[in-house]
């Protein structure tokens, strides 16, 4: 091994604009590319007999029988995560951001071709929840034991665990279920009303019907069905009877929904609790914004002192997100991502970033900004706290690895996903049974055999850290109500951006740089010890403007000019702010190092990388090689 140290080129690394690829015509932050992959991870998690318009090929049917031994039809839905159970609260959650989307976002999905592919993604829930509802004082909330289904590591397609269904009813109350599940149906009431009016309507009478299911017989769902405790424990239901109000309000206009939420307010939190977390377990957030929007378009009447009320506490969510919030505020990983706890911290990340997306529509449409303990906020400053959070999903952050697998060039390949992680049952069509898929798939260090795109997986560490390892499942373990949210925040950013057919954003505008620019600037390094040169041929490929700023795509070739191969060769990099593409992190502090494919330069061989430059440059050397 030669250690050597020396100065090669300057290179800029000041990297605001992500997705560098080969073409010179790439685009980074492709977010109509990044919400089309999504829809497709609903896609992969559907329960039931497919489509003929399933666009995974790799899934087929399962949980055809499912609820059949307990009388009741309960095939369909979605599998929660990289297991094969379904349960009903993060399913119901999911159901209600992406109708959230369909809502708030109508403008942005359909002049990217992507409203039918939210209808359907919302339809193959609803349809589910209406066979799970057949009484008005009966919901089914879950189906397969959570225990045995995480003991063994199978395809849904051969699943032999337990498909045993529970169910809620007067004896066996759920609120916060029941309560989440009227807020799913009257979101999506809304969603399909300019579409389908019929089924809209069928909608809302579920939604009715489960509101007061859930009011008139309280309790916690894992109560009722305490196999869910282990997995997705609620720690209350108050703040759902609200959300479930506030929705059901905004589908059918009736004061008494608003009365209900209202009269409740203090009783329920949802004036008292000021929080600095929204997800499938805390809607407080979600509730507070949407009644928010009541006192915004200037609607309270008589219900206005409470509403503000409200809305304070929306602000006090909105203001620690942004870190205005009197020293309240979240915590954010040194790459400035949301963090609140260590598993699957990206589901937190996401629904809070669609949320702030929200409430910068509706405090732009009031023409106000946000008032936060340390100043005025205007409401470009929350999009833009969404966006951050979005980008580093997609890619700029330390590691330069975009969390939504199948974007970007450098995604997590070993996800900790069942059907993904073993081979189709098209390609092997014996089945794989419970203990030889530990053995076999669970445990091998190669990458998944199908891509599971659009999925969001848990995501890295407090200090930005992610492990790709399929046994990592806090780290790599997608879920229905993670990626949920990225349907609303993709569909606002793409919109803000413009976009062109079939859903792809088009984030800049790509312009022919000056000639010089196109100038190969040769660098030759030739380290005395070894008398083997290594030769750096820069170029610019292109230039664009963005967000006032004008950045580069620089290409670097890097080539052996020896008689001999190098491999293992390490460079330096410091004052780096993004990722690059076509170098790895070797773990160690501003070293990186070739792909593994690419782990030796042969005699006259060359390699390039790529980024993009908007600023200062970073400082490039060479560590080592053999």
Not at 104 to 128: A, P, V
Not at 277 to 295: M, P, T
Not at 370 to 396: E, T
Request: hydrophobic share 35%; with cysteine; proline share 4%.
């Amino acid at each position: 091994m030669k250690k050597f140290g020396g100065s090669l080129f300057g290179v800029s690394l000041l990297l605001t604009v992500l997705l560098a690829t080969a073409t010179a015509a790439a685009e980074y932050y492709n977010y109509g590319n990044a919400l089309d992959k999504t829809f497709l991870f609903f896609e992969a998690q559907r329960s039931g007999k497919l489509p003929a318009t399933q666009r995974v090929k790799w899934r087929s049917h399962s949980g055809l029988k499912d609820g059949l031994a307990q009388g009741v039809s309960l095939e369909g839905g979605y599998y929660d995560a990289g297991d094969h159970v379904k349960f009903g609260l993060p399913m119901a959650f999911a159901v209600t951001m992406l109708s959230w989307a369909a809502v708030d976002n109508r403008k942005e999905l359909s002049g990217s071709n992507q409203m039918q592919q939210t209808l359907s993604s919302i339809k193959w829930g609803t349809d589910y929840f209406i066979k799970a509802h057949p009484q008005p004082n009966v919901l089914w909330g879950q189906v397969g034991d959570g225990e045995s289904d995480h003991y063994c590591w199978m395809r849904a397609e051969d699943m032999t665990t337990s498909r045993t269904a529970y169910k809620l009813d007067q004896y066996h109350p759920g609120s916060d279920l029941a309560g989440e599940t009227a807020a799913a149906l009257a979101a999506a009431s809304l969603a399909f009303k300019p579409f389908n009016s019929s089924y809209s309507a069928i909608l809302l009478s579920h939604a009715k019907e489960l509101f007061s299911f859930a009011d008139k017989y309280r309790g916690l769902y894992t109560d009722s069905i305490p196999n869910a405790k282990a997995f997705y424990m609620s720690s209350g239901y108050s703040d759902e009877l609200l959300w479930a109000a506030a929705w059901l309000h905004r589908a059918t206009g009736d004061q008494y929904y608003l009365k209900y939420a209202v009269d409740n307010a203090g009783y329920m939190g949802g004036t008292g609790w000021g929080m600095k977390e929204f997800s499938w377990d805390n809607k407080y957030a979600g509730v507070q914004i949407l009644l928010s929007k009541i006192l915004l378009e200037g609607k309270g009447g008589v219900y206005t002192s409470t509403l503000k009320q409200y809305q304070m506490k929306a602000n006090y969510f909105t203001c620690a997100c942004l870190k205005k919030n009197g020293g309240y505020n979240i915590q954010t990983t040194p790459g400035g991502l949301m963090y609140v706890r260590e598993w699957n911290n990206l589901q937190y990340a996401s629904a809070a970033a669609f949320l702030l997306a929200v409430y910068s529509d509706y405090l732009s449409a009031a023409n106000t900004k946000l008032n936060c303990p340390d100043g005025w906020v205007p409401p470009q400053a929350l999009l833009d706290f969404a966006r951050s959070q979005a980008d580093y999903i997609l890619g700029k952050n330390s590691q330069g690895m975009s969390y939504l697998v199948g974007y970007g060039p450098k995604y997590p390949i070993r996800v900790h996903h069942r059907g993904a992680s073993i081979a189709s049952i098209f390609v092997q069509r014996s089945s794989v049974n419970c203990v030889q898929g530990f053995d076999s798939w669970y445990r091998r260090s190669q990458a998944d055999p199908n891509v599971i795109h659009g999925a969001l997986v848990g995501g890295p560490d407090h200090n930005d850290y992610y492990s790709d390892d399929r046994t990592n499942y806090e780290q790599s373990e997608p879920t229905l109500s993670g990626t949920a949210p990225l349907v609303g925040l993709f569909s606002k950013l793409s919109g803000k951006l413009g976009s062109y057919g079939g859903g792809y954003s088009k984030p800049y505008q790509t312009t022919k740089p000056p000639a010089s620019s196109y100038k190969a600037t040769p660098t030759t390094y030739s380290p005395k010890q070894s008398g083997a040169p290594i030769e750096f041929l820069h170029s610019i490929t292109a230039n664009w403007m963005a967000w006032n700023t004008r950045y580069y795509r620089h290409k670097v070739i890097i080539k052996n000019n020896s008689q001999k191969p190098i491999s293992d060769l390490k460079l330096k990099i410091e004052d780096l702010s993004g990722p690059i593409w076509g170098l790895n992190p070797t773990g160690q502090k501003n070293t990186y190092q070739l792909p593994q494919w690419q782990k030796t330069l042969r005699a006259g061989q060359a390699y390039d990388f790529v980024y993009v430059q908007g600023g200062p440059q970073a400082k490039v050397s060479v560590l080592s090689y053999n």
